[in-house]
């Protein structure tokens, strides 16, 4: 029996049908950024103090500088507290201009914010002071979405396909991301936002398992970090959108708005013939194999099709079927960490980006050009140096900056920003290695689930993240401390999982053989459905993957 890599190659490894579902992946990756990083651009810090019209019930007449003079007290460089104000009294006018307020008490009426002509997130809900927490925690929740949605989407992937999966998370993006724009107050969008977080979680799962399914084993890399690439400018896209849109309402909505423009997924996104095989589905899984051939103008001998059949036991694969065998075990705490590594120090550069002193809008622009050649240059070094070789140098160099950073004295602020950079666009050229390591270092019946469990993983890093540089209270080190040392351990442990470098997929939970080269060896020696072995004198029957 042939397997499916040897169709594969039949039909095009990547012709013209694949070259398409790369473009269709890569258009909502280039849309993503806009919800992932928008939120840094409309909660920006602003001049902001305490709303002190009281005075104003005393003498009407008082200019505003009059007003702010009398009613609020000082810094020691002279400015005015931010977050403090002078007790109201009773008295007359005249009395305060004579002997002036002592007792302070924080804001008691709201903020005004006399430099911001644009209304955002932090003026319009006063994320400022006390609240200004806020911004941090909604940060989290949103990545509490992204969670959510990889515990649940994931297995439900394996379940009804990448396809439906993906037209069901664009609109759940969708309508909520514009939703989000019209939040009545500070908590819906917070609700809002967590629902689009579970959709992006959902959406990054199956266009990763959708698109490299459908390739050859040497052309996986570059279709993955394609559509990386093309997040990498819907990052730079999102800081000249996030400069010319300045009213957080309509940068939610016309961030958002775009997705339903790719309605038309519904006609022209096809489904992954390897999951179609593993449900039995072999009339379909025909079907799209020959518009896939015609599309890459091949010709697929019929006799060739007629050998597929479907699995006499198949079910989809569970967590249990992951944590039962030892080396499924292994690899997926591994590749667990190896995600949170990942998320954990590439959001916690990322979702500062005003914090470097230069410009936001300029910074982030820099942030997502620099990814562009470190992704790109995954495409080369993943086939010369191997899965396993580049994960570990991204994630070691990731740390090793990480750590140099606190070590950069503060009058260098250029520096910490060059240092900030390498560390994004390594972390960035590991994220994408990872989604193709993880493609192919577990078996296509659990691999779905088990790229929601990792990328549950990554949500929980990007959960803690956000709040990792609340430790700085207690030293300015250890953010960057537990950044470097996270991503040092994570690239220690890439040396002890599998190279993955032009083998096929494989398609059971069987442990590959070690002394063959690949999978191919493996799964040749299969048959299609159940096989008798003998164990210790007795038959026992075991279902095989699906092959050709």
């Known amino acids: 029996m042939t397997e499916f890599g040897e169709i594969l190659k039949a039909i095009g490894e990547f012709g013209r049908f694949q070259k398409w579902l790369v473009l269709l992946m890569c258009i909502p990756n280039f849309l993503t950024p806009f919800h992932m990083f928008g939120q840094v651009f409309i909660v920006r810090d602003v001049p902001h103090y305490c709303n002190t019209s009281w005075i104003r019930a005393l003498s009407p007449n008082l200019t505003t ?23 109201p009294v009773q008295e007359d006018i005249e009395s305060i201009r004579k ?23 932090l003026t319009e809900f006063n994320l400022v002071c006390d609240r200004k927490n806020l911004n941090d925690i909604s940060q989290s929740i949103y990545m509490g979405g992204l969670l959510a949605g990889a515990l649940v989407f994931g297995p439900l992937s394996d379940r009804i396909g990448s396809r439906w999966m993906i037209l069901l998370t664009l609109l759940l993006m969708g309508s909520f991301g514009v939703g989000a724009g019209f939040a009545p107050n500070f908590y819906i969008y917070v609700a809002l936002r967590f629902i689009v977080g579970a959709a992006f979680a959902g959406i990054s799962i199956s266009m990763a398992a959708l698109s490299s399914e459908w390739v050859g084993a040497s052309y996986r890399a570059v ?38 423009a790719l309605f038309f997924y519904i006609w022209v996104l096809p489904n992954s013939a390897r999951w179609l095989l593993t449900k039995g589905k072999i009339k379909e899984a025909q079907k799209v194999l020959q518009k896939a051939a015609s599309i890459n103008k091949r010709t697929v001998p019929e006799e060739l099709l007629n050998q597929l059949a479907p699995e006499k036991k198949v079910k989809s694969g569970n967590i249990l079927d992951i944590f039962k065998m030892p080396h499924l075990r292994k690899m997926t705490l591994i590749m667990a960490w190896v995600w949170f590594a990942d998320s954990f120090v590439y959001y916690g550069v990322s979702l500062h980006v005003g914090n470097f002193g230069l410009d936001i809008y300029m910074t982030q622009l820099v942030f997502g050009a620099v990814e562009i050649p470190s992704r790109a240059s995954c495409i080369f070094l993943l086939q010369w140096l ?6 570990a140098a991204w994630l070691l160099l990731g740390g090793i900056v990480c750590l140099l950073i606190p070590a950069i004295p503060k009058d260098f602020p250029v520096i910490v920003t ?29 691999r779905q689930t088990s ?42 442990l890439c040396f002890f999982l599998p190279e993955t470098r032009n083998k096929d997929l494989q398609d059971n939970t069987a442990k590959s053989s070690s002394k063959q080269g690949s999978m ?23 279902v095989k993957s699906t092959h050709l």
């Open 65 to 87: 500088k009059q007003e702010l003079n009398l009613t609020l007290p000082r810094k020691p460089d002279g400015s005015f507290e931010d977050c403090s104000m002078y007790t």
């Open 99 to 121: 002997y002036g307020l002592n007792a302070t008490e924080k804001c008691q009426d709201g903020w005004v914010y006399p430099s911001q002509p644009k209304p955002t997130l």
């Open 223 to 260: 279709a993955q970090i394609i559509t990386h690439c093309c997040n990498a400018l819907g990052q730079m896209a999102l800081a000249g959108l996030a400069y010319a849109i300045r009213d957080w309402r309509l940068y939610q909505i016309v961030g958002s708005a775009p997705v339903f």
């Open 451 to 492: 790229l929601g469990l990792c990328s549950m993983s990554a949500r929980v890093a990007g959960i803690l993240s956000p709040l990792v540089g609340l430790l700085d209270m207690y030293h300015p080190a250890i953010p960057m401390v537990l950044f470097g040392s996270t991503a040092l351990i994570a690239g220690i």
């Open 386 to 391: 191997g899965r396993k070789k580049c994960q």
């Open 520 to 542: 191919k060896a493996v799964n040749t020696s299969f048959k299609n459905g159940p096989v008798e072995q003998k164990e210790d004198g007795q038959t026992v029957e075991s």
């Open 418 to 446: 060059v240092l900030a950079v390498i560390g994004k666009s390594a972390l960035a050229a590991s994220f994408s290695t990872s989604y193709v390591f993880s493609s192919e270092v577990f078996p296509t019946v659990v």
